[in-house]
């Protein structure tokens, strides 16, 4: 994939975490955020880099610097443990392309 | 805001797959959205398989290209999309989304619930 995450992060219930998302392209097209909890569809969390839609709690936070996207979320709870997916273009500018996405664990 | 999606869940080795995702609570023909197809294969990450306008304007993964066709009714408000000469890589949940409702850009913020499709004889 033009997106690199990394496969598994973990966090302790309460603390806060980043999930990551690199690519060359994300210098130059904005990036989406996506939740999937098991045996569920993906749900919208991030638009345009860091613009979270109405519903999406304000503990959920994204960024970007250079090649690298961030998802934040603070203060982790029980029902954050999910895939997260990061969603972009490829450098052509023509495809649309996920990243290979991170396995969050809630300790 | 709801897409379904509908098709057989068992299709044979070299045949091809068709499904239909049904739009409600909005009009394919007077949205400036555009209308697509993702697919994720069992305990494997989201794969973009391509999207259409109304204005029948589509655009394809290019490792897709040669195997799909995606169609749109707006009379039926739905759209549809064929994977031609399927093999066991084809098996996957189909989901099908929205994408380019202002201001969302390119995210896709409605997503059906996902079917199915296992390719076997």
């Known amino acids: 994939s033009e997106l690199t995450q990394d496969p598994a992060v973990s966090v302790a219930l309460g603390q806060t975490v980043n999930i990551t998302c690199q690519g060359d392209?994300?210098?130059?097209?904005?990036v989406d955020w996506y939740q999937q909890r098991a045996g569920q569809a993906p749900l919208f969390l991030v638009y345009?880099?860091?613009v979270r839609p109405s519903g999406i709690p304000d503990r959920i936070s994204g960024s970007r610097s250079g090649n690298t996207a961030s998802l934040t979320i603070t203060g982790a709870q029980a029902e954050d443990e999910a895939d997260y997916y990061c969603k972009s273009r490829d450098k052509s500018g023509d495809q649309l392309v996920f990243g290979g996405g991170t396995k969050l664990t809630v300790l | 805001v709801q897409l379904q999606e509908s098709g057989p869940g068992l299709v044979e080795p070299s045949g091809t797959l068709s499904l239909t995702c049904s739009v409600s609570?909005?009009?394919?023909?007077?949205?400036?959205?555009?209308w697509n197809w993702v697919r994720q294969a069992p305990g494997k990450g989201l794969e973009w398989i391509g999207e259409?306008?109304?204005?029948?304007?589509?655009h394809y993964n290019w490792s897709l290209k040669s195997r799909v066709i995606i169609s749109v009714d707006k009379s039926k408000n739905h759209f549809s999309l064929k994977v031609m000469s399927v093999t066991d890589a084809d098996t996957a949940f189909y989901y099908c989304a929205r994408k380019g409702y202002i201001p969302f850009g390119d995210a896709f913020d409605i997503w059906g619930q996902g079917t199915l499709i296992n390719v076997s004889s």
């Open positions: 392209s994300l210098r130059n097209h904005y």
């Open positions: 609570g909005d009009s394919i023909a007077g949205s400036s959205s555009w």
């Open positions: 345009g880099n860091n």
């Open positions: 259409i306008h109304h204005s029948g304007t589509t």
